[in-house]
């Protein structure tokens, strides 16, 4: 059996039989770890015992498992793992949603303006989910695959120019139409994601060197001052 | 550069000013035809001793410090933007040629050479008289009353050298999604920061100090004098609401086209007055 602690002494139940759970489990997914192999069978029968809804999934991130419960985001550590009597205690901690948007925000270097077009939402959305606005259960799981996906690239991959290519219509779709397509579930998201991604990949190298200031001649000409919406359309 | 006194014998008064700076293009200047284009436009000059750092960028819309220069000398001139001329262009046949022009310093001139793009400065004030955003008066009166106006003009101006612009971004933070024009937007407000840096500047610790001074440092709450609060408090407080997610920097290289045509130009926006300010009809 597996026991998840919750902090403050709090535990979200004994897995025995499914029928004996007091709580829904929305979706779980697995992350790859250096367990125990203990604790790794343990998990593996949890998995089983849960079955294809559970979405497990493993992926290369190494912080444990991402658990949802009720609407909580768990994180399950394996480092305090210890073995009692033939069971396996792990501690468990909520991951903030805010922690998920930061990452993001950080990895592909994002302002708020920029995550709600990438989310399809407004940004007073995204000022609500970090002030712990709940988001649609479809964005909760973007979040977390598109960091798996993250997660997946080769090194070197600058995630900061993503930005600057995802609404490009490679191969009849922009990443952005696909990762807000609804239609798509996780794995296929997972997927679609990837593979568009790959497409980008020569996109998103740097094809410019930095700007040496000492060598150009600069002014201080702003983009509203010769960029009117007139002289483009 | 023309001296008032140069136009005394040929034309209309224009000794209301020391100096008289022309800003119409050179095309114009030396178009062939008069009557295609009759006149030419100048700025009313007053010499200064010596130019102000905070009015030589162009953030203030209405004076702008300038060098103009001769082979021989220079001068410090306080431009203002309410006093303007259209004058006949044939009165440039009939005065001396200017000795001083206002002029853009050249590479390597010297160590402060990007510091004195004097024309280029002025050419963008000019330019910025037309394209300044109105921002709703309730969000310039909560910027204001909330400290953080404090925040962008007086500390951040400190670091003036290190940043290309501070960009804003409005949105209504109300259910119903905001479509009319912009300075009608009423409140409350969604407020995001982005400062652009210089190559050389470490956009990280800018956008970390200003983080610091809208929520970590405190100031007295206005309406409890023993209290203190946040900047970011005290906006929420007056209907502007910011969070620590909605400060970013980057530098000059790795902002895009595309973001900065979202953004506000902080120094573009007529924070100076509001409509309160019109007069009675």
Same mark, same amino acid.
């Given at each position: 059996?597996?026991?998840?602690?919750?902090?403050?002494?709090?535990?979200?139940?004994?897995?025995?039989?499914?029928?004996?759970?007091?709580?829904?489990?929305?979706?779980?997914?697995?992350?790859?770890?250096?367990?125990?192999?203990?604790?790794?069978?343990?998990?593996?029968?949890?998995?089983?015992?849960?079955?294809?809804?559970?979405?497990?999934?493993?992926?290369?991130?190494?912080?444990?498992?991402?658990?949802?419960?009720?609407?909580?985001?768990?994180?399950?550590?394996?480092?305090?793992?210890?073995?009692?009597?033939?069971?396996?205690?792990?501690?468990?901690?909520?991951?903030?949603?805010?922690?998920?948007?930061?990452?993001?925000?950080?990895?592909?270097?994002?302002?708020?303006?920029?995550?709600?077009?990438?989310?399809?939402?407004?940004?007073?959305?995204?000022?609500?989910?970090?002030?712990?606005?709940?988001?649609?259960?479809?964005?909760?799981?973007?979040?977390? &695959?598109?960091?798996?996906?993250?997660?997946?690239?080769?090194?070197?991959?600058?995630?900061?120019?993503?930005?600057?290519?995802?609404?490009?219509? &490679?191969?009849?779709?922009?990443?952005?139409?696909?990762?807000?397509?609804?239609?798509?579930?996780?794995?296929?998201?997972?997927?679609?994601?990837?593979?568009?991604?790959?497409?980008?990949?020569?996109?998103?190298?740097?094809?410019?060197?930095?700007?040496?200031?000492?060598? &150009?001649?600069?002014?201080?000409?702003?983009?509203?001052?010769?960029?009117?919406?007139?002289?483009?359309? | 550069?023309?001296?008032?006194?140069?136009?005394?014998?040929?034309?209309?008064?224009?000794?209301?000013?020391?100096?008289?700076?022309?800003?119409?293009?050179?095309?114009?200047?030396?178009?062939?035809?008069?009557?295609?284009?009759?006149?030419?436009?100048?700025?009313?000059?007053?010499?200064?001793?010596?130019?102000?750092?905070?009015?030589?960028?162009?953030?203030?819309?209405?004076?702008?410090?300038?060098?103009?220069?001769?082979?021989?000398?220079?001068?410090?001139?306080?431009?203002?933007?309410?006093?303007?001329?259209?004058?006949?262009?044939?009165?440039?046949?009939?005065?001396?040629?200017?000795?001083?022009?206002?002029?853009?310093?050249?590479?390597?001139?010297?160590?402060?050479?990007?510091?004195?793009?004097?024309?280029?400065?002025?050419?963008?004030?000019?330019?910025?008289?037309?394209?300044?955003?109105?921002?709703?008066?309730?969000?310039?009166?909560?910027?204001?009353?909330?400290?953080?106006?404090?925040?962008?003009?007086?500390?951040?101006?400190?670091?003036?050298?290190?940043?290309?612009?501070?960009?804003?971004?409005?949105?209504?933070?109300?259910?119903?999604?905001?479509?009319?024009?912009?300075?009608?937007?009423?409140?409350?407000?969604?407020?995001?920061?982005?400062?652009?840096?210089?190559?050389?500047?470490?956009?990280?610790?800018?956008?970390?100090?200003?983080?610091?001074?809208?929520?970590?440092?405190?100031?007295?709450?206005?309406?409890?004098?023993?209290?203190?609060?946040?900047?970011?408090?005290?906006?929420?407080?007056?209907?502007?609401?910011?969070?620590?997610?909605?400060?970013?920097?980057?530098?000059?290289?790795?902002?895009?086209?595309?973001?900065?045509?979202?953004?506000?130009?902080?120094?573009?926006?007529?924070?100076?007055?509001?409509?309160?300010?019109?007069?009675?009809?």
């Amino acid at each position: 059996m597996l026991e998840l602690a919750l902090p403050g002494g709090a535990s979200i139940g004994m897995i025995g039989t499914a029928s004996s759970m007091p709580f829904q489990f929305r979706q779980a997914e697995v992350r790859s770890f250096d367990f125990s192999p203990t604790l790794s069978d343990q998990l593996a029968k949890f998995r089983a015992l849960w079955g294809s809804d559970t979405a497990t999934q493993s992926s290369s991130a190494s912080h444990g498992v991402v658990l949802y419960v009720d609407d909580q985001r768990i994180v399950v550590e394996p480092e305090t793992a210890s073995q009692e009597a033939g069971d396996t205690a792990v501690t468990a901690q909520p991951v903030l949603l805010r922690d998920r948007l930061d990452e993001i925000k950080n990895r592909f270097s994002l302002s708020i303006t920029q995550m709600a077009e990438l989310f399809g939402v407004t940004r007073k959305a995204v000022y609500d989910w970090y002030e712990g606005a709940e988001p649609r259960s479809l964005t909760t799981s973007r979040i977390e &695959v598109l960091l798996d996906v993250a997660e997946q690239l080769p090194n070197g991959v600058d995630l900061r120019r993503l930005k600057t290519v995802w609404n490009i219509p &490679v191969s009849g779709r922009s990443f952005r139409s696909v990762f807000c397509d609804d239609s798509l579930d996780t794995e296929n998201l997972r997927s679609a994601l990837l593979a568009k991604l790959h497409e980008l990949l020569p996109r998103m190298a740097a094809t410019t060197s930095p700007a040496h200031k000492a060598s &150009v001649v600069l002014g201080e000409g702003h983009l509203s001052e010769f960029d009117r919406r007139a002289d483009i359309t | 550069m023309i001296p008032a006194e140069a136009f005394a014998k040929h034309g209309p008064d224009c000794s209301d000013v020391e100096y008289w700076v022309i800003v119409s293009q050179t095309c114009n200047l030396y178009n062939i035809s008069f009557e295609r284009v009759p006149v030419f436009e100048l700025i009313g000059a007053r010499a200064i001793a010596q130019c102000d750092a905070g009015k030589m960028k162009g953030d203030n819309p209405r004076i702008l410090h300038v060098e103009a220069q001769s082979p021989d000398a220079l001068i410090s001139l306080e431009l203002d933007i309410q006093t303007r001329r259209w004058l006949p262009r044939v009165l440039l046949a009939k005065i001396p040629a200017p000795d001083f022009a206002v002029l853009d310093a050249m590479p390597g001139q010297d160590a402060d050479w990007l510091k004195k793009q004097w024309q280029d400065n002025l050419a963008g004030w000019l330019a910025r008289s037309y394209t300044r955003v109105a921002l709703p008066d309730e969000f310039n009166t909560a910027l204001a009353d909330s400290r953080i106006k404090d925040v962008l003009e007086t500390k951040l101006a400190k670091r003036k050298d290190e940043l290309y612009g501070i960009y804003m971004s409005l949105d209504s933070d109300s259910q119903e999604p905001w479509e009319g024009r912009l300075g009608e937007m009423p409140p409350p407000f969604l407020l995001e920061i982005t400062l652009v840096a210089h190559e050389g500047a470490d956009p990280e610790e800018l956008a970390k100090s200003l983080t610091k001074q809208l929520f970590d440092d405190k100031v007295t709450d206005p309406t409890n004098k023993n209290n203190k609060i946040s900047r970011a408090e005290l906006g929420a407080h007056h209907g502007i609401k910011i969070i620590r997610a909605g400060i970013s920097a980057k530098t000059v290289s790795e902002i895009t086209l595309q973001e900065l045509k979202t953004l506000i130009r902080y120094s573009l926006v007529d924070h100076l007055s509001d409509s309160s300010q019109a007069a009675d009809a």
